[in-house]
Structures are given as structure tokens and as C-alpha cells.
């Protein structure tokens, strides 16, 4: 049955961020798929509640408070999951911090806050995850990347931007060091995901929703369940040939020329 590919069943899987968001829809479709998990936030009480999530759908869930960006705290969840589970066939790499500053106007701290978060953090979990499955001799990492690390975003996003640029590399980089050895390395690559801060954003900044619509064809922002089906697909055997891969979840906006126009726009070609 081609669903059994799918299945997740006897797996372990640890993400990031999971407290809300993405972070938590990630954890929530493992769960679903039968996976148990060690679930990371560095918010205990929103943590708390995904936890209590997934141990209503039947499955296990260890909840650990880490901060991503402190390699100390990093080191320290993977020793836990040793502890509780004793292996790790996924990993999800999912936050990455932000501070909207031009580049010529960037405090060189706030450059490297944002590095720290969005790609260091990523890859301290991909070597504690990645040595642990080497020696198992298999694995699946996914990396939450960014359209901003393909092209760019612009509108003060360059530390973000170029954070996600290191982050899409390093997947090409990790798969091509270790696919070879059963560990398969790909990252997911959205566009705008709403989540309440970003709402209010948008809400404070007029005409922002509406100029993110105009690059994005299917004709609306993302929500955070849109990469349930994309994470399960790469955490399970259904993706067992794909690695190295960086997946755009972005409503058709890379796809789309910078000067592109689609049905959604007022500015429409004439028919013939």
C-alpha cells in the first residue's frame, strides 16, 4: 500500500520550535503518522501544550525548554534524547530569528544574533542529529529554509535573507557529505506563513498583505498546516530517493518573474 510509505510508525522524531506555528503543525503531523517525539521551544508553556496534543493522538512526547541559538542547550536536548529514547530517525530544524534593519543601518551584533539563530543554531542540531544517525546508518533531516534564501526579499530582510542563503547551502552541503551513509539532508523553502505576529505586522504596515499577494499566484499567504504534507513527505520513506533537496511551499512565488502578473492581479493581460 502506498500509504505505508507514509507511515512513521516505531520512528522517533525531534523538532524544533514546536510550540507554535509551523514548529508545532511539523510536530503534530509525526504524531499523526504514528512517529513519538522530543519537541523543543523556548517557551515552556506553549510547549507544554503541543505536548499535550500529541499525547492525545496516542503517541509520546517529551518536552525540553532550549534555546536553538545556545550550542550548550543544543548538546544538552540531545543527551536528553539519548536518554528518553535512545535514537532519532528524524530531525526538524524549523525556527530562525529576525531583526528587520537595512544593511547599511544593520548593528553588526544584530547580524550576528540573527546567523546565530537562523543558521548556526540549524547546524549544531544537524551535527548532534547527524552523527547520531551515521552510526545508525540512517536518517532524515529536514531544514526550514526560506524563499529569502533563493532570492531576495528585500524590505530590511537582509540578515534573515542571507541566514536562510547559509541554511539552503548547508542542506546541499550535509546531503552531498552524508546521503552516501543513509542520512538524507532536504529543506522546505516557504514564502509569507501568517502566524499571529506576523498578522499584526501586516495589520500595522498598510498595503503589506496586499503586495505580498501580488507575488504569490495561487492567491493567498500561507498558514502553518500548509507544511504538515511536505515535512511528512521528507521525514518517511515516501521521499527515500530525495536528498539534497530545497522544496518551495510558496503558493507559486518563485516560479513567478519579479514582473509577473497572475489572475489575482488588477493589472490582467488582455485576452486575445
Known amino acids: 500500500m502506498v500509504f505505508e510509505l507514509f507511515d512513521l510508525t516505531g520512528h522517533v522524531a525531534l523538532v524544533s520550535g514546536a510550540g507554535q506555528n509551523m514548529g508545532r503543525a ?31 493522538l496516542g503517541r509520546r512526547a517529551v518536552p525540553v525548554v532550549c534555546d536553538v541559538s545556545d550550542s550548550a542547550q543544543i548538546h544538552d536536548m540531545f543527551t536528553r ?18 531583526h528587520l534593519y537595512h544593511p547599511e543601518d544593520l548593528p553588526l551584533e544584530m547580524f550576528q544574533e540573527v546567523l546565530q539563530g537562523a543558521l548556526i543554531g540549524k547546524f549544531c542540531c544537524c551535527q548532534e542529529g547527524g552523527r547520531r544517525m551515521l552510526r545508525a546508518g540512517k536518517g532524515s ?8 534564501g533563493i532570492s531576495a526579499l528585500g524590505r530590511g530582510n537582509f540578515a534573515y535573507s542571507v541566514a536562510m542563503g547559509g541554511v539552503v547551502q548547508m542542506t546541499r552541503e550535509l546531503s552531498t557529505e552524508w546521503s552516501g551513509r543513509g542520512v538524507r539532508v532536504n529543506a522546505i ?24 499577494l ?28 530525495v536528498t539534497g533537496s530545497v ?6 512565488n518563485l516560479a513567478m518573474n519579479a514582473g509577473g502578473t497572475h489572475s489575482g492581479n488588477d493589472a490582467r493581460p488582455a485576452r486575445a
Open 81 to 98: 534524547l539519548d536518554r528518553e529514547f535512545g535514537r532519532i530517525d528524524v530531525l526538524a530544524n524549523i525556527p530562525g530569528s529576525n
Open 247 to 252: 522544496i518551495a511551499m510558496d503558493g507559486g
Open 141 to 148: 533531516i529536514i531544514n526550514m529554509a526560506s524563499i529569502g
Open 26 to 56: 511539523t510536530a503534530l503531523a509525526f504524531a499523526e503518522a504514528g512517529a513519538d517525539l522530543l519537541i523543543c521551544d523556548y517557551r515552556a508553556e506553549t510547549l507544554e501544550r503541543t505536548a499535550g496534543e500529541i499525547e492525545r
Open 214 to 241: 501580488t507575488g504569490i499566484p495561487i492567491g493567498r499567504l500561507g498558514v502553518p498546516d500548509d507544511i504538515k504534507g511536505v515535512a511528512l513527505f521528507l521525514a518517511s520513506d515516501a521521499s527515500a530517493f
Open 189 to 212: 523553502a516557504p514564502a509569507q506563513i501568517t502566524n499571529p505576529a506576523f498578522d499584526q505586522r501586516m495589520a500595522a504596515t498598510p498595503g503589506l498583505r496586499e503586495n505580498f
